[in-house]
């Protein structure tokens, strides 16, 4: 039973555009969440995160946008480079019960020249 | 990444062999996690480990896997007797307290790619 789900596999979008990347959430606990960037053959790296005190988080070209009724957030980018092409995993806790991260099956992202 | 350590970065081992992971955390991070990445999935808990304790195993299959994270020495995540169905990539991931925090999140390895053929 999937507690973070990203529904689109993938995800192609023009360089200097924007690029959305959509997350949802079954979990009412959840109260922290995060998102993580993928390359080839690495490991995950921490990108942008928000509490759930908070509808949005901006870092750069990186925006969070959390909607806590929906139980939805999604994640920004722009402009798009084509550095930015990498799988992006959408991640939730619940700091306040364990210290376990969920994450969902990710979003390959491709940004297209 | 650079900070976490994993290794072997590939490992290749024959049904019913052993296979050993090991990683060493970020310098000044004393826990220690364990995530499992099968082909086309997203990254599974497995276990959560301080120097010599075991926090959470939740995720852990009950049978071939083991995990330890010794006061001296790196983490080891160890599988008994391989299936084909242990191929995935196995992550680690350090944190400086028990604590996920909004300043501290978590920082992963590169991972071992486990083949079992």
């Known amino acids: 039973d999937q507690q973070v789900k990203q529904n689109s596999p993938s995800l192609s979008v023009q360089e200097g555009r924007i690029s959305i990347l959509n997350c949802d959430y079954t979990n009412s606990m959840f109260d922290y969440f995060l998102w993580y960037k993928k390359y080839p053959a690495e490991g995950p790296t921490f990108l942008i995160s928000?509490?759930?005190?908070?509808d949005k988080n901006e870092d750069g070209r990186f925006t969070v946008f959390l909607n806590k009724s929906a139980k939805h957030l999604s994640l920004h980018i722009v402009p798009s480079q084509p550095g930015d092409s990498a799988v992006y995993f959408c991640?939730?806790?619940?700091?306040?019960?364990?210290?376990?991260?969920?994450f969902g099956k990710g979003t390959r992202l491709h940004i297209l020249p | 990444n650079a900070g976490v350590m994993q290794n072997p970065r590939h490992l290749v081992r024959r049904r019913g062999q052993e296979a050993r992971l090991r990683c060493s955390p970020m310098k000044g991070h004393s826990h220690v996690y364990w995530y499992r990445q099968l082909p086309e999935e997203g990254l599974k808990f497995m276990v959560y480990?301080?120097?010599?304790?075991?926090?959470?195993e939740s995720g852990m299959p009950k049978e071939r896997f083991s995990a330890e994270f010794p006061k001296e020495g790196p983490s080891i995540l160890r599988i008994q007797q391989v299936v084909r169905g242990d191929s995935a990539a196995y992550f680690c991931?350090?944190?400086?307290?028990?604590?996920?925090?909004?300043?501290?999140?978590?920082?992963f390895g590169n991972g071992t790619r486990l083949t079992v053929t």
């Open positions: 928000i509490s759930s005190i908070k």
């Open positions: 991640a939730a806790s619940a700091l306040n019960r364990d210290d376990k991260i969920i």
């Open positions: 480990l301080q120097k010599e304790n075991i926090i959470d």
């Open positions: 991931a350090s944190s400086p307290s028990g604590l996920i925090s909004y300043n501290s999140p978590l920082h």
